[in-house]
């Protein structure tokens, strides 16, 4: 689960929505009552650092158009302003 979400994270926006979207749809439909709610609680996690991920992807873009922001700050997306989520 580490790694596909690793893969995920590193998509493009577009494509990171298609992914969650299928996911998300796949989980809905499932009557497994054990693993359902972890995948559910996976899933959101996974949603967030997308969000973060392409946030800080949006930053990194306009730094590197001339605006004051560094790129120290947004290096590695992943680490920077770092959430404990489990995935």
Do not use: F
């Amino acid at each position: 689960m580490k790694l596909l979400a690793q893969l995920i994270t590193k998509l493009p926006r577009d494509a990171q929505n298609i992914v969650l979207n299928e996911l998300y749809s796949q989980v809905a439909d499932s009557d497994d009552v054990v693993r359902k709610p972890i995948l559910v609680s996976w899933l959101q996690s996974l949603s967030y650092l997308c969000t973060k991920a392409s946030d800080q992807n949006a930053t990194y873009r306009k730094s590197t158009s001339g605006d004051s922001l560094t790129l120290a700050s947004i290096a590695d997306p992943l680490n920077s302003r770092r959430t404990n989520a489990r995935l």
